[in-house]
């Protein structure tokens, strides 16, 4: 018999361990790569662009947040999976609006109160979630302050509801198991 014949509960707990620390660096990884991917891929000619992939981003973030929710009721180790799914989701939540926030300001530098680097667009970005709010790099446009309403309901959305649906799904898991 093998460790694969094991359902997950059978398996020695430093093999559960094991597999666990392999999920949470496989996320972590994930969001090292979209970070990275944020800071070193072209969007020189994307200006015009912010619009629809700010629409296309934020339906990515839902479909992933919907298959990790589904994923985090299968799984064997649930709270693990949760926890993997919040490393991703929230740091591709992030560089959706990052992006958008950049793109803007390249397209029209207007919608902000200075121009803005990458950094200063995930800056702004972090400090609009975190709703620490600076004051430093402000929304001046009608569309620019339109796409900061929409992070900020997004942000909660994330903060609250997604983070309740996940640890229910932990839940419902470790309960269909104790029956």
Do not use: C
């Not at 790569?33 to 629809?52: D, K, Q």
């Not at 926030?101 to 400090?127: C, G």
Request: glycine share 6%; hydrophobic share 50%; net charge positive.
């Amino acid at each position: 018999m093998t460790e694969t014949d094991l359902s997950y509960e059978e398996l020695p707990r430093k093999v559960r361990r094991r597999l666990a620390m392999k999920s949470l660096v496989r996320s972590l990884l994930i969001s090292v790569a979209i970070v990275a991917g944020y800071f070193l891929l072209p969007m020189r000619n994307l200006t015009g662009a912010s619009g629809v992939g700010l629409v296309i981003g934020l339906a990515i973030v839902a479909l992933l947040l919907t298959w990790q929710l589904r994923e985090t009721i299968r799984s064997p180790h649930p709270v693990i999976r949760a926890i993997g799914a919040l490393v991703t989701s929230v740091p591709l939540f992030l560089v959706v609006f990052a992006t958008t926030y950049y793109l803007m300001e390249a397209a029209q530098p207007e919608n902000f109160s200075e121009p803005m680097s990458r950094l200063d667009s995930a800056y702004f970005t972090v400090t609009v979630f975190a709703t620490v709010g600076f004051g430093d790099i402000v929304a001046k446009s009608e569309i620019a302050r339109t796409v900061v309403i929409v992070q900020m309901i997004g942000d909660l959305v994330l903060v609250g509801l997604v983070a309740k649906a996940l640890f229910g799904a932990v839940q419902t898991n470790i309960s269909h198991r104790k029956e």
